[in-house]
């Protein structure tokens, strides 16, 4: 691979699984992805999604690095506007200090939730508007800085945790920007503004303490398996589990309805958004993600493993893995 590969974990709760079975198998995945030479595994923080079970991000983080050894885990991300910053900097301060360096925190300003639980949030559609001011006192509760009088975030000063900006738009891109920070683009569900997002990042990067030039994490979406046809059957199944998830309907559909829905132009819009998909052998993928990390102007790519099973899931990142030769020198770089 041209570029470091890191893992997107969904913490996705399959058909006929508890949130137990999920979490289990992200620790699964993660000790795979150790083994396998991945830089960093992260996990988003969504709320009121029954498919998901990376909620309490920080909490998952907690389990995950006390059954890992050595790779990097963090959010990508923990939606700051849900949170008072000193509270999230206790939380990464904590996980910092448990696991010295191997802590990220990716912060995005969107909800990652409907209207109806951001209300159970007690969030307001303006806690969004202080994403700058909020990123910038989180820094300092990190740091050896102090933005409130006689507050001090213990643990989590002087940690000094990475942060990483992460997003689906200009704003993130900007904000990154300015602040001289990593930035993430979700491209693995909102591809549009990619291109675009990344040419203003790399244009408009000012250098900080943390990072002195830009750094790119694009996001994308795979399915390796040994059969292109295995590999595209799950990748049907996965699209067709993406119609009940986002359709706000709150029933299930047969796999004829999920397929009907998909070739309808409502379908259309949600198969646009896996527009980024490395989807086939473990040749085909990494072909596919070498012409796509030069497409983002990427730095390292995040992948979302989106195998319908976890067995399925932790096939994909060892093949991907061992076809990137990620465990070489190069690869790691």
Do not use: C
Not at 142 to 166: C, F, M, N
């Amino acid at each position: 691979m041209s570029v470091p590969l890191s893992i997107l974990d969904l913490a996705i709760v399959g058909a006929g699984e508890t949130v137990r079975d999920s979490l289990e198998g992200s620790v699964a995945l993660a000790r795979a992805a150790e083994r396998a030479g991945y830089r960093r595994v992260w996990y988003a923080e969504h709320h009121n999604m029954a498919s998901i079970a990376s909620s309490a991000t920080s909490v998952l983080i907690a389990h995950v690095a006390a059954h890992t050894e050595s790779i990097r885990l963090g959010s990508g991300g923990v939606m700051l506007p849900n949170h008072s910053p000193l509270v999230i900097a206790e939380q990464f301060g904590t996980l910092e200090s448990l696991h010295p360096g191997r802590i990220d925190l990716g912060l995005g300003r969107a909800p990652g939730t409907d209207q109806n639980a951001m209300r159970a949030m007690r969030r307001n559609g303006e806690s969004s508007d202080r994403f700058p001011q909020d990123v910038r006192e989180l820094q300092a509760y990190l740091s050896d800085e102090r933005q409130v009088d006689g507050v001090t975030a213990t643990p989590g000063r002087g940690t000094k945790v990475p942060l990483y900006i992460l997003g689906s738009s200009l704003f993130g891109a900007q904000l990154a920007a300015a602040f001289g920070l990593p930035f993430g683009f979700a491209s693995h569900f909102a591809p549009t503004a990619l291109s675009q997002a990344v040419a203003l990042y790399r244009s408009e990067f000012r250098p900080s303490e943390q990072l002195d030039r830009p750094h790119v994490i694009a996001a994308v979406n795979a399915i390796v398996a040994d059969d292109e046809a295995d590999a595209q059957q799950q990748f049907q199944v996965t699209k067709r589990r993406r119609v009940a998830l986002l359709l706000p309907s709150g029933r299930s559909y047969s796999d004829d309805e999920a397929d009907r829905i998909l070739d309808s132009p409502q379908g259309r819009q949600l198969q646009q958004m896996a527009q980024y998909s490395g989807v086939g052998t473990p040749t085909q993928v990494t072909e596919y993600l070498d012409r796509f990390a030069e497409h983002a102007d990427a730095d390292e790519l995040i992948v979302a493993h989106q195998s319908p099973t976890v067995e399925e899931r932790i096939r994909s990142v060892e093949l991907l893995a061992e076809a990137a030769e990620l465990g070489t020198a190069a690869g790691r770089r």
